[in-house]
């Protein structure tokens, strides 16, 4: 059954890809680069302030641009065989009182701008909740999480269908919730929606497994849910 813990086989060295990580200044997407970078990845590290990104390595360019900004994301796709998508929004006003329409209005520019560039391989990290994931979530849970998440994931709902809907090799991820954990590389990669649940997974995990989707097609034009 393919919703287990895995430990996947490390990374194919072998003609390795350069990578766009939109997002990368923090959280899963620092976690992300971090991973890619390890991985022997040359990495190009999008952020609206990029130059505040901490990490310093040969095969990481740090590229400042505004994913809601056609010209900065045709640019950032120069060069580029993979780009991962993930973007983020901190809990604060534009979270609860929204409207947030940052995940939507970046991938209508993202997607054909990758079309026109001819870059085919999209992991848009999205997460537990988003799309049809969305009725896995235990009754208790769904009033805090229409609460505190219901705007920024009702955007991720558009940005899941446009992604979808689109002709890209592409895989959405859906991690639960998010932990500071080390990467231990056992995780459940849930991707029979009869399985979907809530849990924990660390970032570094997170990070694991999009590296992995790099030459893996198994879970293309699929959405799994990531969790312990």
Not at 36 to 58: C, D, E, Y
Not at 90 to 96: H, K, S, Y
Not at 118 to 138: E, M
Not at 166 to 188: A, K, Q
């Amino acid at each position: 059954m393919q919703d287990s813990a895995s430990v996947a086989q490390p990374a194919d060295r072998h003609e390795m890809s350069k990578v766009l990580i939109i997002g990368a200044s923090k959280g899963i997407g620092l976690e992300t680069t971090k991973a890619f970078l390890a991985s022997g990845f040359s990495v190009r590290a999008m952020a609206r302030r990029a130059n505040r990104i901490s990490l310093t390595h040969q095969n990481l360019e740090k590229w400042s641009g505004d994913a809601r900004e056609a010209e900065d994301i045709a640019s950032a796709l120069d060069g580029i065989d993979t780009v991962v998508q993930a973007l983020g929004i901190a809990v604060g006003p534009e979270m609860l009182l929204g409207p947030v329409r940052m995940f939507s209005e970046s991938t209508r520019i993202l997607i054909p701008a990758m079309q026109c560039k001819g870059v085919r391989r999209l992991i848009c990290i999205t997460g537990f909740g988003a799309g049809d994931s969305r009725r896995s979530i235990r009754c208790l849970q769904r009033i805090p999480f229409r609460i505190l998440l219901g705007r920024a994931y009702a955007d991720k709902d558009i940005q899941e269908r446009l992604v979808r809907e689109s002709e890209l090799d592409w895989v959405i991820v859906r991690p639960g919730i998010l932990t500071n954990g080390r990467g231990t590389g056992f995780y459940r990669i849930l991707d029979d929606p009869k399985h979907w649940q809530n849990g924990l997974i660390s970032r570094a995990d997170v990070a694991d497994f999009v590296v992995r989707q790099i030459k893996d097609d198994t879970y293309v034009g699929k959405a799994p849910v990531l969790i312990y």
